[in-house]
Each structure stands twice: as structure tokens, then as C-alpha cells.
């Protein structure tokens, strides 16, 4: 059973937001870097943000920056991605994804999903008009 639960997802236009939300009550939070990556149909699964254990360092993929924004609540055990200006290539299924890492150095660009034992069962969005 998953430890880490996505939601938020939907169904959005062209130009709209959604913010998506993972939580993993219980789980020793603030010592883990956590992802975010998307799969949509027939393609590769694509990093699209990262954060560092304190939050101090994010990274993210070429395809989103300037339009998504990755953020961190350790008290609540969550990682939301604010996700502004959605076009249809946004499509897909968004997952979280952590990596016990509590270091310096975290998140320098986005690392590759086999890095990250533990994943969420991710959320559906889609961009259409």
C-alpha cells in the first residue's frame, strides 16, 4: 500500500491552474527529497519538479518552469505543485515520488524517476477545451 496519496487532478482548460497535493500521513517527512513526474499515454515518465527535504532547493523540468511551482509544508506531511498557464502537453498522470535524502546538495536539476523508491498512485490531469 501506497504511502503517499496524489490529489487535486482534473479536468482544466487551456490557460487555467490546478494545485496538486501529496501527503503521506506518518511518514518521516522533512528527511525525504520528493518529485513530482507525469506519464501521459504511450509516452516516457518526465520529471517535472523537485524539492529538498527543508525546502530550501527545487529544480524543474524545461517544460514547466516559469509555470509550475513546487512547495512543501513539512508540518503537514505535504507537497503541493502549483501548476499556472496549463497547456494540453500537461496532460497525463502526475505522481509524487520520495527519495530519503536529508543532505545538502538536493534537487540540483530534477533526477531521474529510478531514483525515487517510493511512489504515490498518482492523479489524472487533463488540459482541454
Known amino acids: 500500500q501506497s504511502q503517499f496519496v496524489e490529489s487535486g487532478g482534473g479536468l482544466v482548460q487551456p490557460g487555467g491552474s490546478l494545485r496538486l497535493s501529496c501527503s503521506a500521513p506518518g511518514f518521516r517527512f522533512d528527511e525525504y527529497t520528493i518529485g513530482w513526474f507525469r506519464q501521459a499515454p504511450g509516452k516516457e515518465r518526465e520529471g517535472v519538479a523537485c524539492i529538498s527535504s527543508t525546502g530550501s532547493k527545487t529544480a524543474y523540468g524545461e517544460s514547466v518552469k516559469g509555470r509550475f511551482t513546487i512547495s512543501r509544508d513539512n508540518a503537514k506531511t505535504t507537497v503541493y505543485l502549483q501548476m499556472n498557464s496549463l497547456k494540453s502537453e500537461d496532460t497525463g498522470v502526475y505522481y509524487c515520488?520520495?527519495?530519503?535524502?536529508?543532505?545538502?546538495?538536493?534537487?540540483?536539476?530534477?533526477?531521474?524517476?529510478?531514483?525515487?523508491?517510493?511512489w504515490g498512485r498518482g492523479t489524472q490531469v487533463t488540459v482541454s477545451s
Open positions: 515520488a520520495a527519495e530519503w535524502f536529508p543532505y545538502p546538495g538536493a534537487c540540483t536539476v530534477v533526477p531521474a524517476a529510478g531514483r525515487f523508491p517510493y
